[in-house]
């Protein structure tokens, strides 16, 4: 060991400053760009055999395919209903923020009210998966709420060309972020049938990540001037790291960059395609009043007729039965019952659409 110490003091006596300051250089550039490589990863995450099994059944044709979206090729899967209507309606599914994959998505969150719902009715489900995620290419934490709605409509235009689909009857359905997403691509494109939006914020981004903060402040018991002192400075840093995001756009901080400015409510006020918003009575990532008041505030107090909305009862993020705001549970412990009252909101409304 005392060998080592002197070979390694030699070598400092017989390097000049000039070379120590560049091996520090490159010493700290390479690990900066190695922290930058594993930022930039998405994660890999696996597919779950209980969906799997969901999609392996003689009443479904499953057909697997790559969707072109900006040059990007995106992992698909198609379920289409065996029997009934030759050309039948279908539904792509948008997902929400963050590393995710359709095929292990919240636990039996698409297999109830994705699947559950819609195949049932003779109505075929199209899954895609983010940019980086799953076999698709690119990387989400590259791509803004634009680039998502785009993939999205790529995948509609997909649809339109395929045999067993009526394109006239294509609509979109998201949960979380992706409720943002599918109302974004319906104003965009009047070809979209019908949107669902499953605990989708109607308010801005920035609002929506200070809506969470306030619940879990809340919840540990923060009130008056000392909970508003908090939000103000998660509010002063957000802004801060979204515009040192746009700088040094790495990971999830150059992702911030990307959508922090979002605001929904042109979108909102000037969308013809029939629309369901569905919120959750505890939601605390999602808050149904806030939310609701956007509607208020953007209509007056009048919702046009293509829009509807809904609050379902005792219902978490995924749509899980909690005691209240603050019950605060694990959103993939299955052993917590789901809600019905979700699915029968969706039947009687696909079927008052004529679905």
Excluded at 84 to 89: E, L, M, Q, R
């Amino acid at each position: 060991m005392s060998k080592i110490a002197s070979n390694f003091k030699g070598f400092l006596k017989n390097i000049n400053k000039k070379k120590l300051s560049a091996y520090l250089f490159l010493i700290l550039y390479m690990t900066l760009s190695l922290v930058i490589i594993i930022a930039e990863q998405p994660a890999n995450i696996k597919p779950n055999p209980v969906w799997e099994a969901s999609v392996t059944s003689p009443d479904i044709l499953r057909q697997s395919f790559f969707i072109t979206s900006d040059g990007f090729s995106l992992e698909a899967d198609l379920l289409i209903p065996v029997g009934g209507n030759a050309s039948k309606a279908a539904v792509v599914f948008l997902g929400g923020s963050g590393n995710g994959i359709y095929q292990n998505y919240a636990p039996e969150f698409v297999e109830k009210y994705i699947q559950g719902v819609l195949l049932p009715r003779d109505m075929a489900v199209l899954y895609i998966n983010k940019r980086g995620m799953g076999k698709s290419e690119g990387n989400w934490m590259n791509n803004d709420f634009q680039g998502r709605a785009d993939d999205a409509y790529a995948a509609v235009q997909y649809l339109k060309t395929h045999p067993s689909i009526d394109p006239n009857k294509i609509g979109l359905i998201g949960h979380s972020q992706g409720g943002w997403i599918a109302n974004l691509a319906a104003y965009q494109h009047e070809d979209i049938a019908f949107f669902i939006s499953l605990n989708g914020p109607t308010r801005t981004v920035l609002e929506q990540i200070i809506d969470t903060y306030r619940w879990d402040f809340e919840c540990q018991g923060y009130e008056g001037e000392e909970l508003e002192k908090k939000l103000q400075r998660v509010n002063k840093s957000k802004i801060m790291w979204g515009k040192i995001g746009k700088y040094f756009h790495v990971g999830g901080t150059g992702h911030l960059s990307e959508i922090i400015d979002y605001d929904p409510r042109e979108v909102i006020a000037n969308i013809d395609t029939p629309g369901l918003f569905v919120f959750s009575e505890y939601d605390g990532l999602v808050p149904p009043n806030a939310n609701l008041e956007r509607f208020d505030e953007i209509f007056d107090g009048i919702l046009p007729s293509n829009l509807n909305t809904t609050v379902i009862s005792s219902a978490n993020h995924s749509f899980r039965l909690i005691d209240g705001f603050c019950d605060f549970v694990d959103f993939y412990d299955t052993s917590i019952p789901q809600s019905e009252e979700l699915v029968t909101e969706l039947n009687n409304w696909l079927s008052n659409l004529g679905y």
